[in-house]
């Protein structure tokens, strides 16, 4: 059973579970989602969806915030997962260096890349689900599904 409630494309979610639950069923919400930009500010939760992400996938590592070393990349489950997080980064041309970079070798491998903090990228990335997560109120967060621009 869903903890999460939805509203076309946006979905309350009520406490820590909700959210992982909502990247657990991101596959069923984004057909071929192989892309994914998540946008919000500190402690929305961005890591917690992609702890649930990780769980769709089979991925059983415990899954981390990439802050410090950027990039992490699981490859234990059906498939493979890279997470970026940009936080860090912000010269933009370093930004989108290290992007176009874990998206060749992502696309070579198949992998799902989930990128944090997209918005220190200055090239535009039109096939990409994008979700924005934000606060509804202290315990309680917002998260909005936005399809690809070349959907």
């Known amino acids: 059973m869903n903890q999460w409630q939805s509203t076309d494309s946006y979905f309350l979610l009520e406490n820590l579970e909700a959210t992982i639950s909502l990247g657990k069923a991101l596959h069923d919400l984004a057909p071929n989602l192989r892309l994914l930009l998540l946008e919000g500010p500190l402690g929305a939760g961005k890591t917690s969806l992609v702890k649930g992400i990780a769980l769709s996938l089979g991925i059983k590592e415990p899954i981390t915030s990439p802050t410090f070393p950027l990039a992490q990349h699981y490859s234990s489950g ?74």
Request: zero cysteines.
């Open 78 to 151: 059906d498939k493979s997962l890279f997470h970026l997080d940009l936080y860090r980064l912000e010269d933009h041309q370093a930004a989108d260096d290290l992007f176009l970079q874990e998206e060749e070798e992502a696309l070579s491998l198949g992998a799902l890349i989930v990128v944090e903090w997209p918005e220190r990228l200055t090239i535009a990335i039109p096939d990409a689900w994008k979700i924005n997560l934000g606060y509804k109120n202290d315990d309680k967060r917002i998260a909005q599904l936005i399809p690809p621009l070349a959907a």
